[in-house]
Structures are given as C-alpha cells and as structure tokens.
C-alpha cells in the first residue's frame, strides 16, 4: 500500500490516554502508584486488558509459553519475515504508569491509526507484550525477551526462582502457561525489524525542547555482587589491630566504583551501589558479612569490562589485604548495542514527514529492544519524561507527547512493513 494513504494519519490522544489509565487501575497499590509483578494477580488482569484491546483492534492474539502476547496484524505476504514492536507491562513495586505501557498500547494505537489511514501492510506487524521486562520477581529483567533472542537457555530462565522459592516454570505454568520454554526462542527469519517505543526515562528531550528521540545505542548492564567475609565481634571489646571488619573494604570499594566511572573517558560510564546487605546489622556488632550489589552500564562493552574488571581486582585486593573471604557472583553481563541504521533513518523520515523535531539519544535504561537486537535489526523511540522521572508514582508523559510518539511509530512501521 503506497505511503502516501499516511496523509490521513491521525492517532486518537484521548483514547490512548483513556486506556493507559484503565490499565493502571490494574495494580496491587494504591493509585497513582503502580505495582504488576510478574504473574501475580493484578499481572494477570493487567494481560487479560492487553488482550482485549489486541482483539478490539483487529489483531490476532497468540501467546508463547513464557507469556509473551503478540498481537498480530497480518499482512499481505504473511510468510514474510514479520515488523515487530512492543515493550512491556509489568511494573515495580510502587511505580508509574508509562515506562513500558506507552509502547504496548502505543503500538496497538499505531495500528489502529493506520488500518484508520487506510494503510495496508505487506509484512505481517506484530504488537508484542514482552514478559518480566522488570528484575522484581526473578532477579533478572527481560526474560521474555532474553529468552526470545537467545541471550538465555531456557534451562536457566526455568530454574529462577522468587523469594518464596517459586521457580519461573511453576509460577508460568499456575498463570496458564504451559509448552515448551524452547519454542519461544526466534527463528533467524522470524523478524525483519523490530522498533520499540518508549518513554525517555531522562530529562535530555525535555530540556532540549524536542519531540522525539531517535535513539543511537542502548548501553547494557553487567550486574554483580561481592560478598566480605569477616569475624564480626563486640563493638567494645575488639580493638582496631585485632579487626576483621567486612564493612570498610566495601566502603572503600563503593568509592572506588564512583571513581573509576567518573574517571573512564566516557560520558556514558555509569557505576552504582543499589543495594548493601550488612550482617549482622547492629549498631554495636562489628559487620561479620557484609554483600554489595554492582550495576555498571556503558555503551562501550570494553569501558564497562575495563571497570567491572577494576572492582573485581580491587576487592580481592582489600580481602587479601584484611584477612577476609571474599566471593562473587555474576548475575549477567549483557552486550550493549547500536541501533540498526535503517531503522534509524525510518525514524528520522517518519519525524520530518510528522513535522516533529528530534535528536538523537543513548538510551542508559535497558529495554527488551537489547535482547531483541541480538535477532533481529532493531531500533527505539523515544518521548518525553517530565523531569527525567521514572519508576515513580509521579512519572509523567503527556496525551499528547504520546500520540506524537505513536505518530511516528507508525509511520516507522508503515515503511518497514510496505
């Protein structure tokens, strides 16, 4: 179908931001936070809306055994290789109600705004609701596309388990997902392109003035945990010569972390410190074990592993130094990756037909559109956040920011798709 039929594209603000707000009435907090973990109830309910607006939409609804949901619109050639887009909808404990749902019902809006226009797909489009693109439940973030693009055995993603030591394949097969954790793994030609569309989660757009942004890389995590290993004794009684304190190597090692990202020659280093696990945690014990969680993201892979490198040495230097033990434990190291250039420059022309003004961004949140590149050429935009806030109650993107976004997505999807 000709693009010109876009024309006529138009994308209903009010309605998407209608069902937005439907869908975070779906939450185990009260409003205006949002909570959806991962096959709970409200998670539930939460897939049951997605759904519903698939069909109302004229999708084909299919569902993997992960619980990914893809809403299929097919096209002229259906054994072509499919467009896909897509984000996600869980949510952490008391967060907002946009991070990820604007590309999940955003995507469905841009479908429905050119079956409006009159357009016609050759490529099949499929809308897809990735499962657990958040770490609360398992541990580990974006299964359902860790799993699709092969950065996960499905081995692996079966035996994660929860705190109440529920695994992954039990808690998926009581929500009604049963099959294969093998058959979600993608084909090499399963996909032509794949175009995320999501909320900034950044203060860059907002500041600049500027609509979209086209987004040039996507910096990926290598998340780690260091465990000390002391003696622990009386606060009183154990003189300083006499110590084997777990805490202070950590500190040390916490302003090393800083240091080191600070100091990396690239303005994409980011380092952090989320968690500090201190036993025994008493104001008058010394700390006998003490395990620090590391979060360190670049968009060049040999910056971040030159830094998580650095803070592995160091802390077995400050053990061996101290007496103490020392342990690690890897939970991922992910790849970052450059957004393919034809999708970017879909993007671009999809901006200048809108009459939107852009730019270009890293993207320093990860998103499945990560996983999804190891598959598949791959691309992402983005929209506003007002005050860069996110995983907040409080984060917020307008109506019509949002329907800027959804207008250029699919524009994108038109060109990718025809």
């Known amino acids: 179908m ?35 973990v991962l096959f709970t109830q ?55 109600k946009f991070d990820g749902t604007v590309g999940v019902l955003g995507g469905i809006a841009a479908v429905r705004a050119l079956r409006d226009a009159g357009y016609e797909p050759r490529r099949s489009i499929d809308i897809i609701m990735f499962t657990s693109e958040e770490p609360t439940r398992f541990g580990i973030g974006c299964s359902g596309s860790r799993l699709m693009g092969g950065a996960m055995a499905p081995a692996e993603v079966a035996v994660l388990t929860d705190e109440d030591g529920i695994s992954f394949d039990e808690a998926r097969k009581t929500a009604g997902y049963d099959g294969d954790l093998a058959d979600v793994v993608l084909a090499d030609d399963d ?9 900034e989660q950044g203060p860059e757009l907002e500041r600049r003035q500027l609509d979209i942004a086209v987004v040039s890389a996507i910096a990926a995590p290598a998340s780690f945990k260091i465990r000390f290993e002391g003696k622990g004794g009386h606060a009183g009684t154990v003189l300083m010569p006499a110590r084997k304190d777990a805490l202070v190597p950590a500190a040390i090692l916490i302003a090393k972390a800083e240091e080191l990202a600070r100091n990396s020659g690239s303005n994409d280093t980011v380092a952090t410190v989320g968690m500090v696990d ?49 342990k690690l434990d890897m939970i991922n ?27 270009e961004l890293v993207s320093r949140a990860y998103h499945d559109a990560l996983f999804m590149a190891r598959k598949v050429p791959t691309g992402m935009i983005f929209v506003p956040s007002k005050d860069g806030i996110s995983h907040r109650p409080d984060e917020y993107t307008s109506p019509e920011e949002n329907a800027r976004g959804v207008d250029v997505l699919a524009r994108t999807l038109a060109k990718l798709a025809c």
């Open 42 to 96: 409200t998670d539930l309910a939460g897939r049951e809306y997605v759904r519903s607006l698939m069909a109302d939409a004229g999708l084909e609804v299919i569902e993997d055994p992960a619980g990914n949901i893809f809403g299929r619109w097919v096209g002229s050639e259906p054994s072509a290789p499919r467009v896909g887009s897509g984000s996600h909808c869980d949510a952490i404990p008391h967060a907002g």
């Open 333 to 359: 190291s992910d790849p970052p990756i450059a957004a393919a250039p034809e999708i970017k420059q879909a993007i671009e022309e999809s901006c200048d037909a809108a009459g939107l003004s852009r730019c």
């Open 191 to 199: 996909y032509a392109y794949f175009v995320e569309l999501h909320v």
């Open 278 to 326: 201190v036993h025994p945690s008493a104001v008058n014990s010394i700390p006998r074990e003490v395990t620090i969680s590391f979060d360190v993201r670049d968009t060049d892979l040999a910056t971040r592993e030159r830094i998580v490198d650095a803070l592995i040495d160091e802390a077995k230097s400050l053990a061996e130094a101290r007496g103490l033990g020392f």
């Open 2 to 36: 000709p693009l010109n039929t876009l024309e006529s594209l138009t994308v209903d603000a009010t309605r998407l931001a209608n069902e937005l707000d439907q869908l975070a009435t779906h939450s185990s907090t009260p409003a205006p936070s949002v909570t959806r």
